[in-house]
């Protein structure tokens, strides 16, 4: 056993294969694309190794049809 920083096995693994991901900023507002790789796999979460620093959070949804977008802004 070590420590590992993980994500939820969400949809958008499907999508991106765990190379890259939309991160929050600060605001939760808005999301940006981000490279990321990936480790370990269950089937209910993923290592990542690299692109994400503990407490910062990720749109684990699926990301069908946010291939060419690099940023995403949310709003209510």
């Known amino acids: 056993d ?3 920083l993980v994500l939820p096995a969400g949809g958008f ?8 991901a939309m991160v929050l900023d600060a605001s939760g507002r808005r999301a ?5 790789k990936v480790g370990r796999r269950s089937a209910d979460q993923v ?3 690299e692109g994400l620093k503990p407490g910062e959070r990720v749109i684990t949804s ?4 946010f291939d060419k977008v690099e940023r ?5």
Do not use: M, S
């Not at 693994?13 to 890259?20: C, F, I, P, S, Y």
């Not at 699926?62 to 049809?65: E, L, N």
């Open 62 to 65: 699926d990301y069908t049809g």
């Open 2 to 4: 070590r420590r590992a």
């Open 47 to 49: 290592e990542v190794l």
């Open 32 to 36: 940006d694309k981000r490279r990321i």
């Open 13 to 20: 693994l499907e999508r991106t294969g765990g190379a890259w």
């Open 72 to 76: 995403v802004i949310l709003t209510k």
